[in-house]
């Protein structure tokens, strides 16, 4: 059981003028994930982070290479696809992008329940959306299941999109900067609930990051990546404790404190043991 990415590669059409050239956003990348096991991909802006996982999701076709979800290809279509989604789903950065304003918050996890055969009729739909707002912790959840995607903060919108990607029952999930557009101090609880629900159900999770601090501690394993391919990868306390890779090192060296890269981690151990980080968003900030 494992999702591998296998000599992934993808090129995109430029046209600039009557010029029409190839650009390669992604160049022979290759990876497995295990069930229950994170993989971090960091790098900036542009290196090819979101193309990677849009392939994964299906989103966009890659040109070359091919990904297999536990030993199934990939390239399918009809049915074969729904099963494939049914395993793989995504976390995308904007949590006000990809919720429907027009949607009560229930309608948005009913619909994957159903779709993937979770929930035969209205009745059984509503007690698993009721459970899955609990289980990210999304308080009452009778009351946040009526309301629209306005109606909550960043953050807890964040938790419904998480919600609606553990509906179908998936083994895989692909968060892309998931709390990158959230308030700061919101970020830290929304990662914390992930590592738990990762743990509760053995997910198999590809956390897409610029931000090497949670890497190291959310991850087990490293993939750094520039301009379309990976140039260091390794277990996370390696990649940052020894960098071999001067991208890597400036990545490091780009970092407020790379003195510091250990603090964040004694720090969420530190909450974690207080049991109060992945609550907090309850109380916190309200709207972004
Ligand atoms: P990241 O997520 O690491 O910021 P992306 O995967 O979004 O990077 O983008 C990688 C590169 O591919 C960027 O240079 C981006 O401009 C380019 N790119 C992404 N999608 C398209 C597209 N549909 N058409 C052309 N270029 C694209
Ligand atoms: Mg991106």
Excluded: C, W
């Amino acid at each position: 059981m494992s999702l591998e990415v296998k000599n992934l590669t993808k090129d995109f059409k430029i046209r600039s003028g009557m010029k029409s050239s190839n650009f390669r956003a992604v160049n022979d990348v290759s990876f497995t994930l295990e069930p229950g096991k994170t993989i971090a991909l960091v790098g900036e802006s542009g290196s090819g982070k979101s193309t990677i996982a849009r392939m994964i999701a299906k989103l966009e076709n890659p040109s070359a290479g091919n990904i297999v979800v536990d030993g199934k290809d990939s390239n399918v279509h009809g049915r074969a696809l729904r099963d494939y989604r049914h395993n793989v789903q995504m976390v995308f950065q904007d949590p006000f992008a990809s919720l429907n304003p027009f949607h009560s918050i229930a309608h948005h996890i009913d619909r994957p329940l159903r779709l993937h055969g979770k929930a035969s009729n209205a009745a059984e739909a509503q007690d698993q959306v009721i459970e899955l707002l609990e289980r990210v912790n999304l308080k009452p959840a009778g009351d946040i299941a009526k309301r629209r995607p306005h109606e909550l903060s960043g953050g807890q919108r964040q938790r419904v999109a998480i919600a609606r990607a553990l509906a179908p029952g998936a083994k895989y999930l692909i968060a892309d900067e998931p709390v990158s557009m959230l308030d700061v101090s919101i970020r830290l609880s929304v990662l914390n609930l992930l590592a738990r629900l990762q743990r509760e159900d053995n997910l198999g999770v590809l956390y897409i990051t610029h931000d090497l601090a949670t890497a190291r501690h959310f991850s087990d394993e490293i993939l750094v990546m520039y301009k379309g391919n990976i140039v260091e990868r390794g277990p996370s306390d390696e990649v940052i404790l020894n960098p071999q890779h001067e991208y890597t090192k400036l990545l490091l060296g780009a970092a407020p404190n790379p003195a510091n890269h250990g603090k964040l981690r004694d720090s969420v151990r530190a909450e974690l043991a207080a049991g109060l980080s992945e609550d907090r968003d309850q109380f916190g900030t309200r709207g972004l």
